[in-house]
């Protein structure tokens, strides 16, 4: 059984920086992209920034110049350093993985921007 377990969000003021981090464990066939995703309250799930097993990566144009996704993948760990914070940027923050076994979702962080 495959578990992504997040860390790092929390309660910021607008313009600073959080750095969240996902794990995963388990048996894990071959993992090809993780990345972030987020949820604001009343809004559907969207797509923050995801990166390859090869590094490539792609973000939401909302995000891009401000926030920051890597992995470990020796670690099987993915991370994303988000930085000029905005309130708009909150909401429920999961981690994804997709793998040639199938993809998981993590429980969520919660992210909070205060004005």
């Known amino acids: 059984q495959v578990q992504l377990v997040e860390s790092g969000g929390g309660l910021v003021q607008a313009g600073g920086s959080l750095r969240l981090s996902c794990a995963a464990s388990g048996s894990i066939f071959r993992i090809d992209t993780m990345g972030w995703y987020r949820q604001a309250p009343g809004k559907q799930r969207e797509l923050v920034a995801v990166?390859?097993?090869?590094?490539?990566?792609n973000y939401a144009d909302s995000v891009k110049g401000r926030f920051t996704i890597s992995r470990d993948n020796a670690k099987n760990a993915v991370y994303l350093q988000m930085n000029s914070l905005k309130p708009d940027d909150t909401g429920v923050y999961y981690c994804n993985l997709d793998s040639r076994g199938g993809g998981y979702w993590g429980q969520g962080t919660q992210v909070t921007v205060s004005s």
């Open positions: 990166i390859s097993n090869g590094g490539s990566t």
